[in-house]
């Protein structure tokens, strides 16, 4: 693992090196991970996705995320709407 | 002997107990407690390994247990995820599950992911071995509907999720189907620490504690699966 920054539909995803420990940020907010035995990553709130790529796996928790933000925002809307 | 069975085959007042113990837990801490102890060992080798299958097992007794504390009748019933895949099924109404999610503040977001197909339950049945058989019950089976679900129950705390006891009891279901069919079949370790006789992470219990499901419970099997001795004893090393 090395530092690194990529942009990813809009959202800066960075692997920073902070006293020998790498932090993950998306949007500039820390993102806990962690790595099983055989080397697959997780993210704290995205754990079941198991890559053997970080930066990777950051990319598909973005666009993870954007389609479970959308499906609450129909979900509020349809509620306002009854 | 506990019974286990399809969330759609409770009785009104089978449902009522259930969701009653839930709330029982809740405010005793034992949801939370549950959770948290998920998130610890999450990396440790309860998931993708050769101890996902009993050690979840073990977990869910272990909550079963509680929640039979204040409701003696209660099972832990089961969501077939490849047959219910509708955030309109019943599973999810007000008076079930759906309640939990605002009143636990769950973020549910229901369909963020693909739920596994028919198909693809017939396919991973009909793997010959336990270790094929449990990579492909975690990867294709077990971890898409967490991530359907979306909220805490994709996240390392997914116990806080009631939903979560009703998931693992259909992959527990589906182990206890594969066993019927495949009678014999030897539980293969993934490597050192993960044998059949090895205790399980946070947990003093074996593989082999857990290996005969009748010992916990019976279950409501689906068409085609009559309920039969498993017999599965005899440990093989790592391939």
Same mark, same amino acid.
């Given at each position: 693992?090395?530092?690194?920054? /990529?942009?990813?539909? @809009?959202?800066?995803?960075?692997?920073?090196?902070?006293?020998?420990?790498?932090?993950?940020?998306?949007?500039?907010?820390?993102?806990?991970?962690? /790595?099983?035995? *055989?080397?697959?990553?997780?993210?704290?709130?995205?754990?079941? *996705?198991?890559? *053997?790529?970080?930066? @990777?796996?950051? /990319?598909?928790?973005?666009?993870?995320?954007?389609?479970?933000? /959308?499906?609450?925002?129909?979900?509020?809307?349809?509620? @306002? @709407?009854? | 002997?506990?019974?286990?069975?399809?969330?759609?085959?409770?009785?009104?007042?089978?449902?009522?107990?259930? %969701?009653?113990?839930?709330?029982?837990?809740? =405010?005793?801490?034992? %949801?939370?407690?549950?959770?948290?102890?998920?998130?610890?060992?999450? !990396?440790?080798?309860?998931? $993708?390994? =050769?101890?996902?299958?009993?050690?979840?097992?073990?977990?869910?007794?272990?909550?079963?247990?509680?929640?039979?504390? =204040?409701?003696?009748?209660?099972?832990?019933?089961?969501?077939?995820?490849?047959?219910?895949? &509708?955030? &309109?099924?019943?599973?999810?109404?007000?008076?079930?599950?759906?309640?939990?999610?605002?009143?636990?503040?769950?973020?549910?977001?229901?369909?963020?992911?693909? #739920?596994?197909?028919?198909?693809? #339950?017939? !396919?991973?049945?009909?793997?010959?071995?336990?270790?094929?058989?449990?990579?492909?019950?975690? !990867?294709?089976?077990?971890?898409?509907?967490?991530?359907?679900? =979306?909220?805490? +129950?994709? &996240?390392?705390?997914?116990?806080?999720?009631?939903?979560?006891?009703?998931?693992?009891?259909?992959?527990?279901? #589906?182990?206890?189907?594969?066993?019927?069919?495949?009678?014999?079949?030897?539980? %293969?370790?993934?490597?050192?620490?993960?044998?059949?006789?090895?205790?399980?992470?946070?947990?003093?219990?074996?593989?082999?504690?857990?290996?005969?499901? $009748?010992?916990? !419970? #019976?279950?409501?099997?689906?068409?085609?699966?009559?309920?039969?001795?498993?017999?599965?004893?005899?440990?093989?090393?790592? +391939?």
């Amino acid at each position: 693992m090395k530092p690194e920054r /990529q942009e990813y539909e @809009g959202h800066p995803i960075e692997l920073r090196e902070r006293e020998g420990e790498f932090e993950l940020r998306i949007d500039d907010v820390p993102v806990g991970y962690g /790595q099983h035995p *055989d080397g697959m990553y997780f993210l704290h709130e995205y754990a079941y *996705d198991p890559t *053997d790529n970080l930066m @990777g796996l950051a /990319q598909k928790f973005i666009n993870y995320r954007s389609k479970a933000d /959308q499906i609450r925002r129909d979900r509020e809307s349809e509620k @306002g @709407g009854k | 002997m506990r019974r286990r069975k399809n969330y759609r085959d409770l009785t009104d007042v089978e449902r009522d107990d259930f %969701v009653q113990a839930l709330y029982r837990l809740k =405010s005793d801490g034992v %949801v939370d407690q549950l959770a948290d102890e998920h998130a610890t060992f999450f !990396n440790q080798g309860i998931h $993708r390994s =050769s101890h996902f299958l009993p050690w979840h097992r073990d977990f869910l007794r272990r909550f079963e247990d509680a929640l039979r504390t =204040s409701r003696p009748d209660v099972t832990i019933p089961y969501w077939n995820s490849t047959v219910d895949t &509708s955030p &309109s099924d019943p599973l999810w109404d007000n008076d079930f599950l759906g309640q939990f999610d605002a009143a636990w503040g769950l973020r549910r977001a229901l369909g963020s992911d693909t #739920l596994p197909t028919p198909q693809r #339950l017939q !396919n991973t049945l009909g793997r010959g071995t336990y270790d094929t058989f449990r990579r492909d019950v975690e !990867n294709l089976l077990h971890n898409p509907p967490h991530n359907w679900v =979306s909220g805490v +129950m994709a &996240s390392l705390a997914s116990p806080g999720d009631p939903i979560f006891y009703l998931h693992h009891c259909w992959i527990d279901l #589906l182990w206890a189907q594969r066993q019927l069919l495949n009678p014999g079949a030897p539980f %293969v370790s993934s490597g050192p620490g993960f044998g059949l006789n090895d205790p399980m992470t946070s947990v003093g219990t074996t593989p082999a504690d857990v290996l005969d499901h $009748r010992l916990i !419970n #019976l279950y409501d099997y689906p068409p085609g699966f009559q309920p039969d001795p498993p017999q599965v004893l005899r440990d093989t090393p790592a +391939m």
